[in-house]
Every structure is written in C-alpha cells, then in structure tokens.
C-alpha cells in the first residue's frame, strides 16, 4: 500500500481560499494519477478533482469547476488542490488517492491507495 499523507485544511470563512498538499510517502508519485475527494458528515464520499501522471489530463467535479485546482509538483512528490470561493457546502474531510489507471475518472472505487484526510471548515 502506498502511503500518502494530506496537509494544509482548516477552519475558513465563506469566499476564503486554502491550499491542500498530498505528499507522497517512500514512492514516486510521478507515475500515478491523483484524485481528490470529500466526505462530509452522513454523506457518500464524492470525487472533487483528477490528476493524471505529467498532468495531460484534468478533471473537476461540476460542484467545484472553476474555483477549485489541482496541479503536482513531481520534484517535490506532492499534488495539491487550491481551493478558492470557498462555501459552506465544501465543508468535509478532504482525502487524496492514487491509481495508475490512466483514464480520468471520480470513483473512489477506482482508487487503491488513500491519505488519512485533512478537516476542511467553512463557516463564519
């Protein structure tokens, strides 16, 4: 199992901005693709973002298009979710994951290896 561990969540107002970090522990992560997810409380985990090895291909969930953004620094062995416009219902536990299936995909049942999360807040 690959161990991956997620960084940089937090108590945040409503319109703030946080960065998550998803370094990779004893692997290079530079041959796997990357996704984000979240699970708030009472609902299923759901995907946020994909990432695939070299970064040809991205995919956002329809819920954070266009505030959110993945990006990895193969140097560094850590993939990353800015996350800008932050609302309420983004509040849950942020989990990244790592597959080498090269299509993009949301599933967490397409995942095999998974951070322990980091508790993301959004509230006044």
């Known amino acids: 199992q690959l161990q991956l561990v997620e960084s940089g969540g937090g108590l945040v107002q409503p319109g703030g901005s946080l960065r998550l970090s998803c370094a990779a522990i004893?692997?290079?992560?530079?041959?796997?693709?990357i996704g984000w997810f979240r699970q708030a409380p009472g609902k299923e985990r759901e995907g946020v973002s994909y990432?695939?090895?070299?970064?040809?291909?991205?995919k956002y969930a329809d819920s954070v298009q266009g505030r959110f953004t993945t990006s990895r620094d193969d140097a560094k062995n850590t993939v990353y979710l800015q996350m800008n416009s932050l609302k309420p219902e983004d509040t849950a536990v942020y989990y990244c994951?790592?597959?080498?299936?090269?299509?993009?995909?949301?599933?967490?049942?397409?995942?095999?290896?998974w951070g322990q999360g980091t508790q993301v807040t959004v509230s006044s």
């Open positions: 994951a790592a597959h080498l299936i090269a299509s993009p995909t949301l599933l967490p049942a397409d995942f095999d290896s």
């Open positions: 004893g692997f290079s992560v530079k041959y796997y693709a």
């Open positions: 990432i695939s090895s070299s970064s040809y291909a991205i």
